[in-house]
């Protein structure tokens, strides 16, 4: 199963962007969802995570200017990108899985099993 990721596109460095994801919900305490992000010329990582009860895990590198939420009610996911670099140009992708989130496994790609397919975020100069 692949959700479709929504909101990418071009930005100006210090603005912002907003990234959504229509995934369903579950009501698993266990539901965990997660950002990711492709960079040119580097592997997949891990940007953010948020649990069903709504606890949150960020990479240090994107605390504060990064959001992540869940509006289960709509099935959808965010990704509020503020204060943007051009280190920030990438593929962003939303994932889930059914697994507790925890702070030592929350960037694991291995433990999320959908996928978005992913959408183009170009943050210029």
């Known amino acids: 199963v692949h959700y479709a990721d929504f909101g990418g596109g071009s930005a100006q460095a210090r603005g912002s962007l907003n990234l959504s994801c229509s995934a369903p919900?579950?009501?698993?305490?266990?539901?965990?969802v997660g950002w990711f992000r492709h960079a040119p010329g580097k592997g997949r990582g891990g940007l953010a995570a948020i649990r069903r009860d709504g606890v949150t895990y960020y990479a240090d590198s994107f605390k504060g200017r990064f959001t992540i939420s869940q509006d289960f009610a709509k099935s959808r996911m965010y990704l509020q990108m503020d204060n943007l670099k051009p280190e920030d140009t990438g593929m962003y992708y939303c994932?889930?899985?059914?697994?507790?989130?925890?702070?030592?496994?929350?960037?694991?790609?291995?433990?999320?099993?959908?996928w978005g397919q992913g959408t183009q975020v170009t943050v210029s100069s």
């Open positions: 919900g579950s009501n698993s305490g266990e539901y965990a």
């Open positions: 994932a889930a899985g059914l697994f507790r989130l925890v702070p030592s496994n929350w960037a694991d790609e291995g433990l999320y099993n959908t």
